[in-house]
């Protein structure tokens, strides 16, 4: 392996740049395969469950010290290679002019959602991304609370998923509304994803400037485009937006069902490319060649299994994984609500037992 060359403008100690995770970012060969878990924070912890009986999910997004308490309480419990901030990809929807609620059962609701290519021309990109500045300040408690050597993730939705969530008004299953506002309106698509990809891009390195160490972008419900979709209407903006991220900064670029666009999105950015479960991660890495790292890719129910399949599935990804540098065990999408976190805790312990040099 390449020996550190510890770039002057780095912005992080001996300790985070040498940690597991950010190693396994740059490909780097690691002491054991380092883990997290998307939604490691969330509703099957009975602490967090306690919180959210006192404050609703956008109070606990905006209160940085609820925020940070619940990012590092998850890192610190499950004893995982990397910390995420808790808070969500639509909040970035608010300042660009959308009225979100999370209600009840129903999940995330737009009130406002966009209808016509008119409403698109009354949008403005963030210029000014202060009124997001719970969401940096939480990142700043949590880097100093958290240990010192274990990294930060900061993260954002990608422009696709978010246009979903705009257009459709909340969650959906075929996003026949934004496909068919992509498909019939172009241009202002294009305008759309312009003013998503520009404003992200400000967020997530205001995150990156409050102290996160890798950016992860979730583009959740890409998976619902063909090829060559993808290629007209989401690739430009994707490499836009990659493009204006430090390359000193990881980022890990992620989307569900994936399969069939693995290579559009690599070659859009990230330094990691997420896998699903849906896909072989051996055979993916194979595609994908080794200029980037893998993170993935354990079917989240596996976690309601016993753990003798849990064992199982963990030492077939690590075996795919077969050692290389540059994977970082996850599931492939996020935890479900009501996952044992004993499971959730054994998981992380095998990964490491398993894979240790
Ligand atoms: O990974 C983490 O621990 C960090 C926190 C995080 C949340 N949401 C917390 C959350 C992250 C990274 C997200 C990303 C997110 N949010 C995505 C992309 C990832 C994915 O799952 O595909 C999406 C699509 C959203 C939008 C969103 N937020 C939905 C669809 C929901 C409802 C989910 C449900 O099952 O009700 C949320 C709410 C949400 N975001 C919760 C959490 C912990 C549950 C809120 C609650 O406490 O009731």
Redesign the pocket.
């Known amino acids: 392996m390449t020996s550190d060359p510890s770039p002057p403008a780095r912005r992080m100690s001996d300790e985070l740049w040498n940690s597991r995770f950010l190693k396994a970012c740059r490909r780097e060969a690691v002491d054991a395969t380092p883990v997290w878990l998307?939604?490691?924070?969330?509703?099957y912890m009975s602490e967090y469950r306690s919180l959210?009986s006192k404050v609703s999910?956008l109070e606990l997004c905006k209160s940085p010290e609820l925020a940070a308490e619940t990012t590092i309480f998850?890192a610190e419990t499950l004893g995982v290679d990397a910390a995420?901030?808790?808070?969500?990809?639509?909040l970035i929807l608010e300042p660009l002019g959308f009225h979100l609620e999370?209600s009840k059962g129903e999940?995330?609701v737009i009130h406002n959602p966009i209808r016509e290519p008119a409403d698109v021309a009354d949008m403005e990109p963030l210029t000014d991304v202060s009124s997001l500045g719970y969401v940096y300040e939480a990142v700043r408690l949590i880097r100093a609370g958290l240990p010192s050597g274990l990294p930060l993730i900061g993260?954002a939705?990608a422009p696709f998923?978010l246009a979903c969530y705009a257009i459709e008004g909340g969650?959906s299953r075929h996003y026949e509304k934004a496909k068919t506002f992509m498909y019939s309106h172009p241009a202002a698509w294009n305008a759309l994803m312009t003013i998503l990809t520009d404003s992200t891009a400000r967020y997530l390195n205001a995150q990156v400037d409050a102290g996160a160490q890798v950016v992860q972008l979730?583009d959740?419900w890409v998976g619902s485009l063909g090829p060559d979709e993808y290629r007209r209407f989401v690739q430009p903006h994707m490499r836009r937006l990659f493009d204006q991220i430090d390359p000193e900064v990881p980022s890990i670029h992620f989307g569900?069902d994936t399969g069939s666009l693995l290579e559009l999105q690599r070659d859009a950015g990230g330094s990691v490319i997420g896998l699903d479960w849906r896909v072989e991660l051996d055979k993916c890495w194979e595609r994908l060649g080794p200029e980037v790292a893998v993170q993935g890719n354990l079917d989240p129910i596996t976690l309601f299994a016993p753990l003798s399949e849990i064992a199982a599935q963990t030492r077939r990804i690590l075996d795919q994984a077969g050692g290389r540098p540059g994977h970082i065990f996850n599931l492939g999408?996020?935890i479900l609500?009501h996952t044992p976190v004993d499971h959730v805790r054994a998981l992380v312990q095998m990964v490491h037992e398993f894979s240790v040099k």
């Open positions: 998307m939604r490691q924070a969330g509703r959210r999910f998850a995420i901030l808790f808070a969500d990809i639509l999370f999940g995330p993260f939705g998923t969650g979730f959740s569900t999408h996020g609500p």
